[in-house]
T-cell receptor
Framework: DSGVTQTPKHLITATGQRVTLRCSPR?????VYWYQQSLDQGLQFLIQ???????AKGNILERFSAQQFPDLHSELNLSSLELGDSALYFC????????????FGSGTRLTVV | GENVEQHPSTLSVQEGDSAVIKCTYS??????FPWYKQELGKGPQLIID?????GEKKDQRIAVTLNKTAKHFSLHITETQPEDSAVYFC????????????FGTGTQLKVEL
């Protein structure tokens, strides 16, 4: 157990729907990062939050949004889902905002049908 | 932004042999280079990292070397074992707020008996 908890582990939904992925960072970590992993794209950075505030943004689609709550857990919202959104979504956390030593969760596998 | 290239994409070695995975990065300002191991069904796990003020770092059977001039770094695994079979990712970043960890495309390592 890495200490980073992601729920749910698996999610199957239909095109056009909206889902929410949840991440609880490791105790003491203030930064949360979201990554998308698909077979042909590797690990793609989506967004980073540090202590509740957005810190960095990657190639995150406008249909996707995220936030980090006062208790430091984070949620990634994916809407108007398309088949191409099927992927593994990973959350990682680190102590500060400096990008050292990410700890990854075990991921949420999203399948859009 | 940073771009990281990783080679080879697949690597097959005999148990007990050494394995070397190479990465190059584009941003000469990058100063932190971690390596992650991802086993099937799990999230990436940090196995070793190196900072730009160090040329080599070793941890038991794993070592990482960094050549700042050439902008490349390598992972060396000696005395490979079947449990080393996994996907390995290199990454690079200029640490600091707003900078994202950029991953290579991964190397599937298979250690054969």
């Amino acid at each position: 157990d890495s200490g980073v908890t992601q729920t749910p582990k698996h999610l199957i939904t239909a095109t056009g729907q909206r889902v929410t992925l949840r991440c609880s960072p490791r105790s003491g970590d203030l930064s949360v990062y979201w990554y998308q992993q698909s077979l042909d794209q590797g690990l793609q950075f989506l967004i980073q939050y540090y202590n509740g505030e957005e810190r960095a943004k990657g190639n995150i689609l406008e249909r996707f949004s995220a936030q980090q709550f006062p208790d430091l857990h984070s949620e990634l919202n994916l809407s108007s889902l398309e088949l191409g959104d099927s992927a593994l979504y990973f959350c990682a956390s680190s102590v500060g905002g400096q990008n050292y030593g990410y700890t990854f969760g075990s991921g949420t596998r999203l399948t859009v049908v | 932004g940073e771009n990281v290239e990783q080679h080879p994409s697949t690597l097959s070695v005999q148990e007990g042999d050494s394995a070397v995975i190479k990465c190059t990065y584009s941003d000469s300002a990058s100063n932190y280079f971690p390596w992650y191991k991802q086993e099937l069904g799990k999230g990436p796990q940090l196995i070793i990292d190196i900072r730009s003020n160090v040329g080599e770092k070793k941890d038991q059977r794993i070592a990482v070397t960094l050549n700042k001039t050439a902008k490349h770094f390598s992972l060396h695994i000696t005395e490979t074992q079947p449990e080393d079979s996994a996907v390995y990712f290199c990454a690079a970043v200029l640490t600091g707020g707003g900078n994202k960890l950029t991953f290579g495309t991964g190397t599937q390592l298979k250690v054969e008996l």
